[in-house]
């Protein structure tokens, strides 16, 4: 004689499902990261270009002045035009930011003016979750910052 304590029909269905969620989410959340992780490289390979850019772009009135100094003068504008001027290239803006959100933050020089930092900013596009949630958000904003210095060798 069998005994049977209750139905167990349905069950595996109901596990398949919470296991099928669980799936879905932890997909979702390491293809979004991975996103990110990759457009945060791409975001800094741009800055250090942009300010290796403005690190090669010397004061000339300075450079070819009286005094020799073992380092190169830039110029604070000169750095600016020529980081938006690297960035005006489609080609240097990377591909996982948003069209029109790559932001030039800052373009500062230091006080000896020997060192160019260049902060950068952009939008990143979430590939699974902006599906769901694109009414509600513009993407996740990165930020990467890179300093290039010059530097003249004896």
Known sequence: MRRHRGSDDGQIALLLIFFGLVILALVTVIVDVTAVFLARRALQATADGASLAAAQRISVPSAYGDEFTSWLPLGSHDAEDTV?????????????????????????????????????????????????????????RIRQHASARTRVAP
Not at 105 to 119: E, I, K, S, Y
Request: net charge negative.
């Open 84 to 140: 938006a001027s690297y960035l005006a290239q489609p080609a240097r803006i990377p591909r996982s930011c948003r069209a029109g959100s790559l932001h030039i933050d800052q373009v500062v020089l230091d006080a000896a003016g020997q060192t160019v930092m260049v902060d950068l900013s952009c939008s990143v596009t979430l590939p699974i979750v902006n599906v769901v949630a694109s009414a509600w958000s513009d993407g996740v």
